[in-house]
């Protein structure tokens, strides 16, 4: 497994490096604005070097990082500081980076949300729910959120499939009318910005029987490992052996030719809206 922290070091850095580039600056003449050695700002972009606070507040100085993008860097200079024991959702980090370089996931979701698709009212009453939680943790756990859903415009050139059952929809109403309107207005809006995403709603109606169990598939690039995360919320597993695969992608497969299409799934999604006015 990759070190705690390190791939989001990786993402900060490479960030950093595309807002120097659009601001026509050099290694050297970044350091130069800073008072560093261009060695320094070389490890920041390209090593996994911690950032400390007040140099990422002078980058983003220097850089004049608009608030919404410094947002997102911030962001990642939390979750890169987290120690192993505090990091939200600590058992489903590889499942995390995978998002970020598969070629394709495929998640089936009877219960809940997709992680990616989840907005932050959602993933705040859904913890509550799973069980005691402090501000400090729910704060972790929106910004583990906001490090998922920026995965899908990270990975452009990953398929991500997700089924949905309507209960899963359904059930969106227990979480409160704030997470339950904008989870629903979230969905379709993602999906038109996201080509490469597809949301297929499961209807009660289209089949009998499909378990309990909720999954992600992640399909690797060659050389690296495919591998299927049973998410239980309490205690997610990892599977990865192409016969413990196999079983999974056939149920998907075969859910997937019986759900609503893509289009018939925003129509779904946007009539439920409608109900809840």
């Known amino acids: 497994m990759v070190p705690v922290g390190d791939?989001?070091?990786?993402?900060?850095?490479?960030?950093?490096?595309?807002?120097?580039?659009?601001?026509?600056?050099?290694?050297v003449s970044l350091a130069g604005a800073l008072g560093c050695s261009q060695s320094k700002i070389?490890?920041?972009e390209t090593k996994t070097t911690r950032i400390r606070k007040r140099d990422l507040e002078r980058l983003v100085a220097v850089l004049d990082v608009p608030h919404e993008d410094a947002e997102?860097?911030?962001?990642?200079?939390?979750?890169?500081?987290?120690?192993?024991?505090?990091?939200?959702?600590?058992?489903?980090?590889?499942?995390?980076g995978a998002e970020?370089?598969?070629?394709?996931i495929r998640g089936l979701h009877l219960e809940a949300i997709p992680g990616p698709l989840r907005c932050a009212?959602?993933?705040?009453?859904?913890?509550?729910?799973?069980?005691?939680?402090?501000?400090?943790?729910?704060?972790?756990l929106v910004a583990a959120r906001e490090f998922r859903v920026e995965?899908?415009?990270q990975n452009p050139g990953c398929r991500f499939d997700y089924l949905v059952s309507e209960s899963a929809l359904r059930r969106l109403a227990g979480h409160g009318r704030a997470a339950t309107l904008e989870q629903l207005d979230s969905l379709p809006d993602l999906m038109a910005h996201h080509e490469h995403l597809t949301v297929r709603v499961l209807p009660y109606?289209?089949?009998?029987v499909v378990g309990t169990t909720e999954y992600t598939i992640a399909h690797m690039a060659e050389g690296d490992q495919d591998f299927v995360c049973v998410e239980d919320p309490y205690q997610p597993r990892y599977l990865t052996k192409p016969a413990q695969i196999a079983p999974f992608a056939e149920l998907f497969d075969r859910l997937w030719a019986v759900a609503l299409t893509r289009d018939d799934t925003v129509k779904f999604i946007e009539r439920l809206r409608r109900e809840e006015g």
Do not use: C, F
């Open 100 to 104: 970020r370089s598969a070629v394709r």
């Open 7 to 27: 791939t989001e070091r990786l993402r900060l850095g490479h960030l950093l490096k595309q807002w120097r580039d659009r601001r026509g600056m050099s290694q």
């Open 121 to 140: 009212p959602y993933v705040v009453r859904r913890a509550a729910e799973l069980g005691p939680t402090n501000q400090e943790q729910l704060n972790a």
């Open 205 to 208: 109606d289209a089949v009998a």
């Open 151 to 153: 995965a899908l415009t």
């Open 42 to 44: 070389n490890k920041i």
């Open 72 to 96: 997102r860097l911030w962001t990642l200079h939390g979750l890169a500081s987290l120690k192993e024991d505090d990091w939200p959702e600590p058992k489903l980090r590889r499942l995390h």
